[in-house]
């Protein structure tokens, strides 16, 4: 027998009515669990009675952040529809292939995006489109509804949400995400992250990506709590919020770019960080100095391990271990399994390298129209992450470095990341990243790409000489380049594709001549 869905927005409409479930800081509006309630009822019904929508159907969101995108989330669960959060950085082409792929029966989109969201409904014949903001059509349809009469019985197993995956290499594939997937994130991050009906919760990264969604957002939504969400981040917005008692916020989260950005921030030494309960941090290696940087803040981040098709927490690192094993992503959460496997498939020793599988109810059951990506990234059911880890002998997982990051030189394995969180030591540095560039003699031989902080200098002697003390050689970048900023995605990740294609071809081939 299916497990149903519960929607737990509905069911706190019930239960604690007059509570504040969302406020839109760019507008200012204020929705109580209520009256959140009530607008995803009457949205539901314009979308099945108004716009045709059936079980099954997709509704394409392109919109910066906004309380509407949970809406939209939320009314697509109580008619079966499939929520489709679409990247607000990608172009035309790009979200015409998405689009194009998982065939969305409507389009809702924000002003600010509408010239793109109109041409790629067009391209991609999509029947119907709504307009956010007051006055316009969203607003118009939500008033002009009644509430639903009945929702759809959905399980767990039904497909609630269809993510694209960033595209780091070659076409984006549409991880398909269960209401069970969502379900047992909730429950999986609830206890780690400390979520409990008195969490606040500022939500700065995008909506359209699992980070901003499922960190903690539908997790403190489960739990009854209140969410805050901030249109576009911006640091001295986010430390001005967090510092203010009025706003209440006890609950963070960001990838490592959001923690840099508001660590390099003047008002960052006079924030105040006593409210926050809970600072998360995931989707990328976390350099050590930068955790060390908040420690001395008296904010102890916890660091997690997740994707997208794994709700995505799979790994967390509680907080009272944060300090003590700095760099490790924790331990399982609780109703996940994962193993290390070398690459004939047999499980890897203790400290030994080796790509992390996952297997557990949070796991996608595949990806939207890729049976061939289906059949490679999966084992009997185990999840192939392509995440290069070690566990440590009190059972501590460190992700070293994503497998295709990793370069060869000279025979020797060499993962950025570990070359990275060195360079990070250096005051001057702003971001660093290190690839792998072809070199007849070593095959392969790293370059480190360097943003030096506004106001500091740094030269190439002194990056390779803190390199020579702290790595063995063949991990020191041979390579130097400095730019004004590293390229990265929509989530903050840095985008190594675009530095490989950029400097593919070295204008040097040894230290010196990097140096000049």
Known sequence: MPVRHYDWIAHFGRRTPDKIAAVDLASQRRLTYAQFDARISRLATHLRDGLKVVRGDRVAVLALNTTDTLEVQFACGRIGAVFLPLNTRLTVPELQFIVGDASPKVMIHDGDL???????????????????????????AIASAQPLDKACDVTLDDISTIMYTSGTTGRPKGAIITHGMTFWNCVNLGGPAYISPSSVLLTVLPLFHTGGLNCYTNPVLHAGGTVLIMRAFDPGAALQLISDPAQGINVFFGVPAIYQFMAQHPAFATSDFSQLVIGGVGGAPMPVPLLKTWEARGVALQQGYGMTETSPAVLTLDREDAVRKAGSSGKPVLHTEVRIVRPDGTDAAVGELGELWVKGPNIT??????????????????????????????GFYYIVDRWKDMYISGGENVYPAEVESVLHQLPAIAEAAVIGIPNEQWGEVGMAIVAVKP??????????????????????????????????????????????????????????????
């Not at 990806?367 to 061939?372: A, E």
């Not at 790595?471 to 020191?476: D, E, G, S, T, V």
């Open 455 to 516: 106001g500091h200098t740094l030269a190439p002697d002194e990056i390779h000489a803190h390199c020579a003390a702290n790595l063995a050689r063949f991990k020191c970048p041979r390579l130097i380049e400095f730019v004004d900023a590293l390229p990265r995605n929509a989530t903050g990740k840095i985008h190594k594709p675009t530095l490989r294609k950029t400097f593919s071809t070295p204008k040097a081939t040894d230290s010196n001549a990097a140096a000049s």
């Open 114 to 140: 509408a010239e793109i969201a109109l041409t790629v409904a067009k391209l991609c014949n999509v029947s119907s489109v709504l307009l956010l903001g007051p006055g316009c059509s969203y607003e118009a």
């Open 365 to 394: 059951p595949g990806y939207w129209n890729r049976p061939d990506a289906n059949s490679s990234s999966f084992t009997d059911g185990w999840l192939h992450t392509g995440d290069a880890t070690r566990i440590d002998e009190e």
